[in-house]
């Protein structure tokens, strides 16, 4: 049996996929074509309760080109070495974004170096940087690369 999670992400999966083909079938464009660009652009997500201890609050904005995924981190995430991999679940399941390796990495670098931060923002045009814990984190502050976006904290 499903659980309530479960449901709701197979829920929101099928209204995707829906919306999707649709979007595909006013435009014109194959269903891959369609999903490519509805996978590099989220829709923008008001603020809204996570339910987590971890993530308190989440939003996404949709800024042209790129998108900015941000959130304030609950208390339990702002202390030394929490569980970095749950807390990054619970943010997939508060809010919907690619997941792309850019935005996990700049969630990871928050977590270890800017957990105190009163808000945490993630841009999608920033490149990937798998190095970036030995890139002088203190320096780029999570920042790396350019963003449209400006900074992030």
Do not use: Y
Not at 132 to 149: I, L, V
Request: glycine share 8%.
């Amino acid at each position: 049996m499903f659980s309530t999670t479960t449901a709701t992400r197979s829920t929101r999966r099928l209204a995707l996929a829906a919306a999707t083909a649709l979007a595909a079938s006013l435009l014109g464009m194959g269903t891959a074509t369609a999903q490519e660009h509805t996978a590099q652009l989220p829709p923008d997500q008001d603020w809204r309760s996570c339910g987590s201890l971890l993530i308190n609050k989440a939003s996404v904005q949709n800024e042209g080109d790129m998108f900015k995924v941000n959130l304030v981190p609950g208390h339990a995430l702002r202390v030394p070495h929490p569980s970095v991999g749950v807390a990054w679940g619970d943010l997939r399941n508060c809010v919907t974004f690619p997941n792309e390796d850019t935005l996990r990495q700049q969630f990871d670098c928050h977590a270890a170096f800017a957990r105190k931060e009163k808000e945490w923002n993630m841009e999608s045009d920033r490149p990937s940087n798998p190095g970036w814990k030995s890139d002088n984190p203190q320096q780029h502050q999570c920042n790396w690369g350019s963003s449209d976006g400006g900074g992030s904290s």
